[in-house]
């Protein structure tokens, strides 16, 4: 039994899914699927997923030994009688993925190279482009991933980029494809001119093979 409701302390933010309605019928802003799905691959991997994440992806990609991810100051699992944390998505009550701009844009390279690095596949292609496949609710929404297909999440950026943003965008990861351009930017205050601008100076180049 988890000894606290990972979801239930999420702030929901905005969306048009209707209570009890059925999945894949809505769409929704918060951290309640994160948390959950961090609780089920727990209990199914059956270890604390900043292991997992350590040896399968941080470790290959030459991350530093400085990132740390936690949960919240109560949220646990019991794993075969043993008590497992289980960590959080979102930044809310100190959990969260903490983590360099260094290490960060090497994740935002790793997904520019449709999960290899080096001559190891260490995520799936496949996974990424789901990450980046527009949600039927919300176009401009993948996994987890802001997509800028249309130019709505940031219209002076190219409609190439993706992101991961936090904190109103001030924490972002921008992956463009079509630049093979990584950007990892912290605390930012103008972050649509920094795309922007950045990616004026990087031109497009030919697909990558």
């Known amino acids: 039994m988890v000894q606290a409701d990972v ?4 702030k929901h933010a905005g969306g048009t899914e209707s209570a009890g309605g059925p999945p894949g019928e809505g769409w929704a802003y918060n951290d309640v699927r994160v948390n ?6 727990t209990t199914l991997l059956r270890q604390p997923l900043p292991d997992v994440l350590r040896e399968r ?8 030994s400085s990132w740390s991810w936690h949960g919240y100051a109560n949220s646990f699992t019991d794993v075969g009688g043993s008590r497992v944390p289980v960590v959080s998505g979102g930044a809310h009550w100190g959990g969260g993925l903490w983590i360099s ?24 292609a496949r996974w990424i482009e789901h990450m980046w496949t527009p949600c039927r609710h919300k176009p401009n929404y993948g996994l987890s991933w802001w997509l800028n297909d249309h130019q709505t999440v940031w219209p002076t950026a190219p409609a190439a980029g993706r992101c991961a943003r936090g904190n ?14 990584v950007i990892s930017s912290r605390w930012g205050t103008e972050v649509e001119t920094l795309l922007a601008a ?7 180049g030919p697909p990558l093979a």
Do not use: E, F, K, N
């Open 57 to 64: 992806v941080m470790a290959p990609i030459g991350a530093s």
């Open 36 to 41: 959950l799905t961090a609780l089920a691959l």
């Open 168 to 181: 109103g965008g001030g924490h972002l990861l921008w992956v463009d494809p079509s630049r093979d351009l």
């Open 198 to 204: 950045v990616s004026q100076a990087v031109r497009p």
């Open 7 to 10: 979801g239930r302390r999420a």
């Open 101 to 124: 701009a260094l290490d960060l844009a090497r994740l935002g390279h790793l997904c520019l190279r449709g999960g290899q690095w080096g001559h190891r596949q260490v995520l799936s």
